[in-house]
């Protein structure tokens, strides 16, 4: 059974940076691309960033120079780390397997960013 737990989300003021983390569980994590998701209240879920097993990653425009994402196979970890946060980055942020059908979602978790 696929479980993904994501932390790191919390209330951070524009301009400041947040690591967000993700643990994997249930498949084999290290032959998996990875993604991020955000949905902010009202919004669709939009893409934000995916890693090959082999670490080659692809970013959504709107974040791309600001976000990194990175994923530890030894851990079944992701993390996306963000900087120069802006406003229109709060939302709940995803992890998931873009590949699998359908597609599993964990709890998310919250980003807030002030202005």
């Known amino acids: 059974q696929v479980q993904l737990v994501e932390s790191g989300g919390g209330l951070v003021q524009a301009g400041g940076s947040l690591r967000l983390a993700c643990a994997a569980s249930g498949f084999i994590f290290s032959i998996n691309v990875m993604a991020w998701y955000r949905q902010a209240p009202g919004k669709q879920r939009e893409f934000v960033a995916d890693i090959t097993g082999r670490g080659k990653t692809n970013y959504a425009d709107s974040v791309k120079g600001r976000f990194t994402m990175s994923r530890d196979n030894a851990k079944n970890m992701v993390y996306l780390q963000m900087t120069s946060l802006k406003p229109d980055d709060t939302a709940v942020y995803y992890c998931?397997?873009?590949?699998?059908?359908?597609?599993?979602w964990g709890q998310g978790t919250q980003v807030t960013v002030s202005s």
């Open positions: 998931s397997l873009p590949n699998m059908r359908p597609p599993p």
